[in-house]
């Protein structure tokens, strides 16, 4: 079993910061990418950031230059620290993970249960 758990969406006015956080855990022997995606009302979901195992990253043009995307190989988390944050980045942001159960499986996407990012005008 693998669990991907985020945490520090919530409500913040815009030009504020956030900084989310997930942690994946359970059976897992290696994570390649670890990424952001975002899902606002009525829109499909897209990736926001990834960050692979050995810190390439790369940034929606949308929020390049405002979100940076980091991990920690060793605690198998990942953070997105946001700033000037706009009234469009409001979405439920989903963190994403591929990685390996054990030396013998496939790679496989697991998702985590999304935390709510609100920006008020």
């Known amino acids: 079993q693998v669990q991907l758990v985020e945490s520090g969406g919530g409500l913040v006015q815009a030009g504020g910061s956030l900084r989310l956080s997930c942690a994946a855990s359970?059976?897992?022997?290696?994570?390649?990418?670890m990424s952001w995606y975002r899902q606002a009302p009525g829109q499909q979901r897209e990736l926001v950031a990834a960050?692979?195992?050995?810190?390439?990253?790369n940034y929606a043009d949308s929020v390049k230059g405002r979100f940076t995307i980091s991990r920690d190989n060793a605690k198998n988390t990942v953070h997105l620290q946001m700033i000037s944050l706009k009234p469009e980045d409001t979405a439920v942001y989903y963190c994403?993970?591929?990685?390996?159960?054990?030396?013998?499986?496939?790679?496989?996407?697991?998702w985590g249960q999304g935390t709510q990012v609100t920006v008020s005008s």
């Open positions: 994403n993970a591929v990685l390996r159960r054990t030396t013998f499986t496939g790679l496989n996407a697991y």
């Open positions: 359970g059976s897992i022997f290696s994570i390649n990418a």
């Open positions: 960050i692979t195992s050995v810190g390439s990253t």
